[in-house]
């Protein structure tokens, strides 16, 4: 089944270590994107990205970094200059051109407790 | 900058009843679509409807229906003949730049619906 995969589904780190998630899909989609879910505030777009190779930073983007290597792979890390890191993080994908929506499909998210 | 609204942070319906969701947005963009995604308690977003701001019909999906009142900028989700697996949160959103490749999406606080039995 195509989907967008995300892991670890739930992670725990201490204070001042860098994390990494990782995000995968099989849509064959070009853009992808992450955001942040905290209560209460919905969702707080992070990094996205077009195509391979190309990226670019959202409304949160302070102390988090991206790749895009592959067009399958997007993952982000948590750097130990995010203030406050623990939140639900959540992977998303789009096709690029012939949607007419252009909906986001999400993966099932990943929480980040950090200690 | 795009905002979108949600001033109901939580409502309750009784199954099998209908249950309208809030939603107001503000752009000075013409062109632009609204979305409306489902977070159930496991966490995943699940796509709903959509409704672009040149429709003139308002979407329907299923028991989802989407009451598009452009002048007055409100995009409010009505689902019909709720079920009990209707209970999760619900995020309305809009689009807020077309670029070549995919979206930005704007998304609203959310609205915690509970189905009652």
């Known amino acids: 089944d195509g989907g967008i995969t995300q892991s670890p589904k739930y992670l725990f780190r201490k204070e001042g270590q860098n994390v990494t998630l990782s995000c995968e899909q099989n849509?064959?989609?070009?853009?992808m994107y992450w955001y942040r879910q905290d209560p209460g505030q919905g969702l707080r777009l992070i990094y996205y990205?077009?195509?391979?190779?190309?990226?670019q930073k959202g409304d949160i983007a302070e102390g988090y970094s991206v790749s895009r290597e592959k067009k399958e792979s997007f993952p982000l890390t948590v750097t130990s200059a995010q203030k406050n890191p623990t939140a639900f993080y959540l992977c998303?994908?789009?096709?690029?051109?012939?949607?007419?929506?252009?909906?986001?499909?999400f993966g099932e998210g990943s929480r980040l407790t950090v200690l | 900058a795009q905002k979108i609204t949600q001033t109901q942070p939580g409502m309750f319906v009784q199954e099998k009843e209908a249950v309208t969701l809030d939603c107001t947005y503000d752009?000075?963009?013409?062109?632009?679509?609204l979305f409306w995604y489902k977070q159930p308690s496991s966490g995943e977003m699940i796509f709903l409807i959509y409704?672009?701001?040149?429709?003139?019909q308002n979407a329907t999906e299923g028991r989802y229906s989407l009451n598009f009142q452009k002048a007055r900028k409100s995009a409010n989700l009505v689902i019909s003949a709720s079920q009990l697996g209707d209970s999760a949160m619900y995020f309305c959103?809009?689009?807020?730049?077309?670029?070549?490749?995919?979206?930005?999406?704007?998304f609203g606080a959310g609205t915690i619906l509970r189905v009652k039995s």
């Open positions: 998303a994908s789009s096709i690029g051109t012939g949607s007419n929506t252009g909906e986001l499909f």
């Open positions: 849509l064959n989609h070009d853009a």
């Open positions: 990205s077009q195509i391979v190779n190309d990226f």
């Open positions: 752009t000075s963009d013409q062109s632009y679509g």
């Open positions: 409704q672009g701001s040149y429709d003139e």
């Open positions: 959103a809009m689009r807020e730049v077309y670029m070549e490749y995919g979206n930005k999406l704007v």
